[in-house]
C-alpha cells in the first residue's frame, strides 16, 4: 500500500501525474509524451516563474502533446503522457541528472528549483518520475506484442540565440534500426528532416529511450518536431499526416522476427 | 463504395473530418466533442478570416477539447472528436439549420460561406456532417453497454457585449434525466452552476443530444464551461477534477433498469 503523504505534490483535484490514453489501441506500438504539459502544481507556486517563463518551451515541448494525440488517433496506439511540466520533473530524465529538476533552463532561472534539500528532490522524484515510470513500464508489459516505442517532441526554433534549420529530428539511443527505418521512410516528406539533431543521445536526452525499450530489445526512436511546425492546427494535422504512414511502416518493419539474436523478447 | 471527388475538402494529409478516441475505453459513457478544433482545410482558403476571428470562440470551442480529452483519460471513456472548424461546419447543427455553416457568427463575418451555391453547401454536408454522424452513430452502436451520452463544449465569457456570469452549464433536450443528476452531483462544487444556461435546447444547441441519444433512450449531459476556466492547464485540471467524480456518478446512476418504460433499449 502506498503511504499517504500529508503535503503531496499533487490534490487530487489535480489528478495524477501521469495518464495512459487509448491504452487498448490495438497499433503494435507505444506513443510516449513527457513533456505534454507545462502544468505546475499549485504547492509548487509556480516555481516562481513569471508568465513568460512559465509558458515558453523551458516548461513544455509546445504542441508535442497536441501531435502525441493526432498520432494515438491515427495510429490507434496507446499514449503515455505526463501531466506535470518538465520544470517540476523531467521525466526524460534519470533522478541523477542535475537537469531532472533544473534549476536553470536555456535562458530563465528557476527560482522554485533553486537550493532544494534532498528531501524535496526525492520528493519530486517520488510523486512524479517514479508514477511515470511505472505507468510506463505497466503499458508496456500491457503490450508484449508491440514493436516500436516512439517518444513524441518538439523543440525551440532558437535556442540561446542560435537558429536551428532542421525541422524534423530523428533520435536514436544503441539500437539505431528504428530511427534509420524512419529517415527512410520520411525520404520524400519535404521536412528538413536529420538524424540526431538539433541534439543527441551524448546529450542525455534519450533516457526514457535506455530505461524503456532498450533492455527489453523493443525497437525504439525519439522524434523531435520543431515547434513553429506545431503553432497552428494545420501545422501539427501536417506533421501527423506526414509521420502516421511512415511511423505505421517502421512498426510493420520491426516485428519481433526481424530483431536482432540479442532481442530479449524473442529469447524470454 | 464511396465516389471519389476530384476536389474534396479535406485532403489525405490533412486527414479525416473526425476521429473516435480511446474507443475501447470501458467507461459506460461516451464523450463527444463537435467543436474541438479551429482547423480549416488548406482548400477553404481560410474562409476569408483575419487571424483573430479564425483563433476566436467563433471558429472553436477554446479549451473544450483539452477538457474532453481529460474526461476521456479520467473516466477512461471513447471520446468522439470533430477535427474541423464548426465555421467549416457545426457538427452539432443539421443541415437544415442557417447556423450549421454560418455567415455570420456572433460579431463576425464569415466571407467564405457567404454566398454558397446549394452544391457548396452540401459538399461540406457530405464531407464533414455524414462521417461526424455515422462515426458517432458506429461509436455508440460499438457500446451498447452505455449508459450516458456527454458532449463537452465552452461558451466566451462576453457574447455581443454583454458578460455571462455562469461557470458551468448543464444542458439538456427533451429527457433531463442526466443533467439533473449532474447538477446535483456537482452541488458543493463551488462553481457557478446553471441549468439550461448561458443558452437552451430552445437555442437551437441540442442536436446531437436529439439525434444520437434521445432516439436511443440513452441518457445524455451537455456541458458547457466558460472558456475562461479553461485558459490554462491549472484551469483544465481543476475543471476535469470537478466534473470527472460528478460525471462517474451520473454514469452509475443513468444504468439502463433505472431507465423509464420508453427507453428503447430497454424494450428492443
Not at 101 to 123: C, F, M, Q, W
Not at 147 to 164: A, C, D, K, M, W
Request: with cysteine.
Amino acid at each position: 500500500m502506498a503511504t499517504v503523504s500529508e503535503s503531496p505534490l499533487l490534490t487530487p483535484l489535480e489528478g495524477p501525474p501521469v495518464r495512459v490514453l487509448n491504452a487498448s489501441g490495438p497499433a503494435r506500438a507505444v506513443l510516449v509524451c513527457e513533456h505534454a504539459s507545462r502544468f505546475i502544481p499549485a504547492t509548487l507556486r509556480g516555481l516562481g516563474l513569471d508568465a513568460a517563463a512559465a509558458q515558453s518551451h523551458a516548461a513544455w515541448d509546445i504542441g508535442a502533446m497536441e501531435l502525441a494525440v493526432e498520432l494515438m488517433g491515427a495510429l490507434d496506439a496507446p499514449l503515455v503522457a505526463a501531466r506535470v511540466s518538465r520544470l517540476v520533473y523531467d521525466c526524460n530524465r534519470p533522478p541523477e541528472a542535475p537537469d531532472s529538476i533544473p534549476a536553470k533552463s536555456e535562458v530563465y532561472d528557476i527560482p522554485g528549483n533553486t537550493g532544494l534539500s534532498t528531501a524535496e528532490r526525492d520528493a519530486r522524484g517520488h510523486e512524479i518520475y517514479a508514477p511515470f515510470r511505472a505507468t510506463l513500464a505497466g503499458a508496456l508489459d500491457a503490450r508484449p506484442d508491440a514493436s516500436l516505442l516512439i517518444t513524441v517532441h518538439s523543440f525551440t526554433p532558437v535556442y540561446n540565440g542560435r537558429r536551428r534549420d532542421v525541422e524534423l529530428g530523428i533520435l536514436h539511443d544503441a539500437d539505431d534500426r528504428a530511427a534509420r527505418h524512419l529517415l527512410r521512410a520520411l525520404g520524400d516528406s519535404g521536412l528538413r528532416t536529420a538524424l540526431n539533431e538539433p541534439y543527441s543521445a551524448a546529450d542525455g536526452v534519450t533516457h526514457t529511450l535506455r530505461a524503456h525499450a532498450i533492455g527489453r530489445g523493443l525497437a525504439n526512436v525519439m522524434i523531435e518536431v520543431r515547434n513553429d511546425l506545431l503553432d497552428t492546427p494545420a501545422g501539427v494535422n501536417r506533421i501527423a499526416g506526414l509521420l502516421t504512414p511512415a511511423l505505421a511502416r517502421v512498426i510493420a518493419e520491426m516485428d519481433p522476427e526481424s530483431a536482432p539474436d540479442t532481442n530479449e523478447r524473442a529469447t524470454p
